[in-house]
């Protein structure tokens, strides 16, 4: 008998990193990197569309390193 839970992949909106999840849960927007970030930056100041675009440009040319 297989015990594996099936799990649900969902895509950062920042990364494209996979995250993989035990439920669909649209509230999920970004991996737990992406969100540590994120959160850090909320404690300065909103960062604005245009922000947080050229934060997930930086992340993925240092991923491609």
């Known amino acids: 008998m297989d015990t ?3 799990t649900i992949q969902q ?3 920042a990364c494209d ?4 999840l035990s439920k669909p849960r649209p509230e999920v927007e970004y991996c737990l990197r ?4 994120i959160d850090s930056w909320h404690h300065t100041h909103a960062p604005t ?3 947080l675009d050229c934060w ?3 992340w993925e040319s240092q991923d491609k390193r």
């Open 11 to 13: 895509t950062c909106r």
């Open 17 to 20: 990193q996979v995250i993989t």
């Open 4 to 6: 594996m839970k099936e």
């Open 49 to 51: 569309e245009d922000e």
């Open 34 to 37: 992406c969100t540590e970030e």
């Open 56 to 58: 997930a440009d930086l």
